[in-house]
C-alpha cells in the first residue's frame, strides 16, 4: 500500500507502507476514496513541531469498510463512512457527554494520507451514509473529518444564535467551515477577517456579510466600530497563534464567547485581561463524532457544501507538492485521490 510520510520538515514522501489489518477486534479498515492535507500538518511540514522520526502523515478520510474486526457491529463491509480524527468508544462519560474528542479510550488515527486505513473502536467512531454517496459528494463528506466538524464546533463552543454578530479570526478551510456553521445557526452578521482574495470570496459565497482586512489591535478595533464599540458576540479563533488568540479576546463583547479551535502554538492568556473582558472562552479538539450525523444529512440534502475548501485536487503520488501548495498560500487547501 502507498502512504505519505514525513522525514523531517518539508520533506515528505509517498512510499511503499504495510497494508493497514485488524489488530484488535474493534477495528475496521477502510479503503479510502479521498484524503487531505490539513492546515495542521504545516505544524510539523514548517519544523514548528519537531518531527523527530519518519511519521505516517494524515488524519481526515473518508471511504469504504473494507474489513472489520469481530467484535464490530455498527458498520459492515462495502458500507461508505466518515469519522473524525481520534477513535472513540461512544461508551465513556466523555463520549455520552458528546466530547469524544476527550474519550478515556481515545486513538489518534493517523496515516490517513494513503490508499487505506485502519481505524479503532469502529463502533463508536465511524458514522455510515444511508447509501454509496455520489462522486460530487465526497469532497464535502471529506471535509467533515475534521475542517467542517471543527469549524462547527467552533460556532457551538462560541455560541452562536440566531441573529447574533459573529467575528471569524483566520481565513483557512476551517475559518471558512466556521462561517459555514455561523450561517447555519442563523447568525445575523458574519464578519471575516481575512487579507487573501480567493478566501475573502469563498467566505462571502459561504454566507460572510462583512470583511475586515486589519490585524491585531487593528482588526479588533474594527469589529468595535463595526458593533456599537463592543465587539461581536461570538468569536470563531481557527488559527492558534497567540496574534490570533489575543485578536480573538479583543474582539468579543463583555458577555461574548470565543470559541477556539486552531491548536494553541505558544498562545499564553492574560487572566486579568480575561478577568475584565467578561468574555467566554471554551475550545479544544473538535468533538467531530457529536456533529456527524448531522453534518452527513446536510451535506447530502445539499444544504452545506464545505467541500468547496478543496481548492485542488491532486493524485495521492503528488503527495508533496500538496504540501508545498498549501505551504506557499497557493492553494487553500488539496484533496488527494489515492
Ligand atoms: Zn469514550
Redesign the pocket.
Known amino acids: 500500500m502507498r502512504g505519505a510520510v514525513m522525514y523531517a520538515p518539508g520533506d515528505v514522501r509517498l512510499e511503499d507502507r504495510p497494508a493497514p489489518e485488524i489488530i484488535n477486534p474493534t477495528d475496521a479498515v477502510i479503503k479510502l476514496a479521498a484524503t487531505c492535507v490539513c492546515g495542521s500538518d504545516l505544524w510539523d511540514y514548517r519544523g514548528i513541531n519537531a518531527v523527530t522520526q519518519p511519521t505516517p502523515m494524515g488524519h481526515e478520510y473518508a471511504g469504504v469498510v473494507q474489513e472489520i474486526g469481530a467484535e464490530v457491529s455498527s458498520v459492515k463491509p462495502g458500507q461508505f463512512v466518515i469519522g473524525s480524527f481520534f477513535a472513540?468508544?461512544?461508551?465513556?462519560?466523555?463520549?455520552?457527554a458528546g466530547y469524544?474528542s476527550?474519550?478515556?479510550?481515545?486513538e489518534f488515527v493517523g496515516g490517513c494520507q494513503a490508499e487505506a486505513v485502519r481505524v479503532p473502536l469502529a463502533d463508536?467512531t465511524l458514522v455510515a451514509t444511508p447509501a454509496q454517496p455520489g462522486e460530487g459528494a465526497i469532497p464535502s463528506l471529506l471535509a467533515l473529518s475534521d475542517v467542517m466538524g471543527t469549524g462547527w464546533w467552533a460556532a457551538v463552543a462560541a455560541e452562536v444564535t440566531p441573529g447574533s454578530v459573529v467575528a471569524v479570526v483566520g481565513d483557512g478551510a476551517v475559518g471558512l467551515c466556521g462561517v459555514i456553521a455561523a450561517r447555519e445557526f442563523g447568525a445575523g452578521r458574519i464578519i471575516v477577517m481575512s487579507r487573501h482574495e480567493p478566501r475573502q470570496k469563498l467566505a462571502l459565497e459561504f454566507g460572510a456579510t462583512d470583511i475586515v482586512t486589519e490585524r491585531g489591535d487593528d482588526g479588533s478595533a474594527a469589529i468595535r466600530e463595526m458593533t456599537e464599540g463592543v465587539g461581536a458576540d461570538a468569536v470563531l479563533e481557527c488559527v492558534g497563534t497567540p496574534e490570533a488568540m489575543q485578536q480573538a479576546l479583543r474582539s468579543t463583547r463583555p458577555g461574548g464567547n470565543v470559541g477556539f479551535v486552531g491548536v494553541p502554538h505558544g498562545v499564553q492568556v492574560n487572566g486579568e485581561e480575561l478577568f475584565y473582558s467578561h468574555a467566554g472562552l471554551r475550545g479544544g479538539p473538535a468533538p467531530v463524532r457529536r456533529f456527524l450525523p448531522d453534518l452527513i444529512a446536510r451535506v447530502l440534502d445539499g444544504r452545506i457544501d464545505p467541500g468547496k475548501v478543496f481548492d485542488q485536487t491532486l493524485p495521492l503520488a503528488q503527495v508533496a507538492e500538496a504540501y508545498r501548495a498549501m505551504d506557499e498560500r497557493r492553494a487553500i487547501k488539496v484533496l488527494l485521490q489515492p
Do not use: A, F, I, K
Open positions: 472513540s468508544d461512544g461508551t465513556c462519560p466523555n463520549c455520552r469524544e476527550s474519550c478515556v479510550h481515545r463508536g
